[in-house]
């Protein structure tokens, strides 16, 4: 077919291709776009509220393309963030200019008194949360069959892989597990066909996996659906519970324990099970809800009346220095 022959890594619609992105080297294209964005004779020439408006323009535009992908090495967060903070301050490559206040504080919300500027790893995680979203949601979708052939299947998700698993992998992997995903995380039940009892949150906002560790460990279908598990009879001595041994005396009072979280549950009928972000109104993932809540402790006193301040009649820059 007279194809070129490339090698790797290459570009493809602006992401690098076959490359490591925990390497610092992966990242200095982006690093050189950035300063080049943020000249020093733009810094110059702008005023705070200028050299904010575009200091948020290449945080909005020119990161979030990379960053929804790969997992930026805290090397190269910390190069960014000083990128960004010496500019704000009108500083340049040659010169840098007195920090008056800090970058942790220019990065908090407008509704305590400081900027909104976005920080960059917590931004980062958010837009990666999207792909562990996905895999829950759009378990029909090509790439996500992919994953499923190649790490395998297990409990309704796609296995780690361990360390044959690509470095990509690995990163959304880990994300999912973390507690600021995992925690808002649950499934609400319609016919119970396609939730997984012991492993996934469905009833008491943890899972029985978790919950009755002990009782996962002895149960002989770990695996099993609601729908399944429930058209067997969950009562205390329904045929339900079938374990690999007999239970002590505690162990049963766990069933019983089990049983009484059971009781109130009713599956409807030709409606399909659904999973819920509960950070959003919505019930769907969404970026921004994402990066508030994990921006949501650092918070301080509001030093100004802040409804006052952000007027549309009052210039930008005078907001920035009040």
């Not at 000083?82 to 800090?102: A, E, M, Q, Y």
């Not at 949601?137 to 780690?160: F, P, T």
């Not at 079938?242 to 162990?251: D, G, S, V």
């Not at 659904?274 to 809540?293: D, I, P």
């Amino acid at each position: 077919m007279r194809c070129r022959v490339g090698i790797l890594p290459f570009v493809y619609l602006g992401l690098p291709i076959g490359g490591n992105a925990r390497l610092l080297s992966f990242w200095e294209p982006l690093i050189l776009r950035i300063k080049s964005r943020l000249s020093g004779w733009k810094a110059k020439h702008l005023s705070f509220g200028g050299r904010l408006v575009l200091l948020k323009y290449v945080l909005s535009s020119m990161l979030v393309y990379a960053l929804s992908f790969f997992k930026a090495p805290s090397g190269i967060v910390s190069s960014i963030e000083s990128i960004l903070n010496c500019f704000f301050w009108g500083g340049n490559d040659d010169h840098r200019k007195i920090t008056w206040v800090d970058w942790n504080t220019v990065c908090l919300k407008k509704e305590v008194g400081s900027l909104g500027v976005r920080r960059i790893r917590e931004f980062n995680k958010a837009l990666l949360g999207k792909w562990c979203w996905r895999l829950l949601s759009d378990k029909n979708s090509l790439w996500y069959r992919v994953l499923k052939a190649r790490y395998g299947e297990e409990g309704g998700g796609v296995l780690d892989g361990g360390r044959v698993a690509s470095a990509w992998w690995r990163v959304i992997a880990a994300l999912r597990r973390e507690s600021w995903f995992s925690n808002h995380v649950c499934r609400v039940v319609g016919d119970g066909k396609q939730t997984y009892f012991w492993s996934d949150v469905w009833v008491g906002g943890v899972s029985f996996k978790d919950r009755f560790s002990r009782l996962f460990e002895l149960v002989v279908d770990k695996w099993v659906s609601v729908f399944d598990l429930c058209q067997l009879g969950w009562g205390v001595n329904g045929e339900a519970w079938k374990w690999r041994q007999r239970l002590f005396a505690w162990e049963e009072e766990k069933v019983g324990e089990l049983c009484l979280l059971l009781q109130y549950v009713n599956l409807q009928v030709n409606k399909e099970d659904t999973w819920v972000w509960n950070l959003e109104k919505s019930n769907t993932f969404s970026v921004c809800s994402a990066y508030n809540f994990q921006t949501s402790q650092h918070i301080v006193d509001a030093p100004v009346d802040v409804k006052k301040l952000w007027l549309k009649d009052v210039p930008l820059k005078v907001v920035v220095f009040a």
